[in-house]
């Protein structure tokens, strides 16, 4: 399974940044979509995730300005970040859950310049 993600930039603050991820090689069902941040000297955090069924879940942080989606048939997951902040740089790394197993992406850097 290999996850790719894209859509990472620098921004200003306020802008808006759209990124997706697109798993492959994988002939079985994924279950969880989601995605992840890591910023310098910090650990990786959850930003979003969805299940199949296209329940959310969103970090305190980042709720009311992003939104997460996915399209099973294309196997891919999005996420529409509006409203950025500086303290939104980061590395953005999706995640698939496949048969209970996670797959991480190589991950997006995504920058908000003040």
């Known amino acids: 399974v290999q996850l790719q993600a894209s859509g990472g930039g620098l921004v200003q603050a306020g802008g808006s940044l759209r990124l997706s991820c697109v798993a492959s090689?994988?002939?079985?069902?994924?279950?969880?979509m989601g995605w992840y941040r890591q910023a310098p000297g910090k650990q990786r955090e959850l930003v979003a995730v969805?299940?199949?069924?296209?329940?959310?879940n969103y970090a305190d942080s980042v709720k009311g300005r992003f939104t997460v989606s996915r399209d099973n048939a294309k196997k891919t997951v999005y996420l529409q970040m509006n409203s950025l902040k500086p303290e939104d740089t980061a590395v953005y790394y999706c995640?698939?859950?496949?048969?209970?197993?996670?797959?991480w992406g190589k991950g997006t850097l995504v920058t908000v310049s003040s």
């Open positions: 090689r994988s002939s079985f069902r994924i279950n969880d």
């Open positions: 995640n698939a859950d496949i048969l209970r197993v996670d797959y």
């Open positions: 969805i299940t199949s069924g296209g329940r959310t």
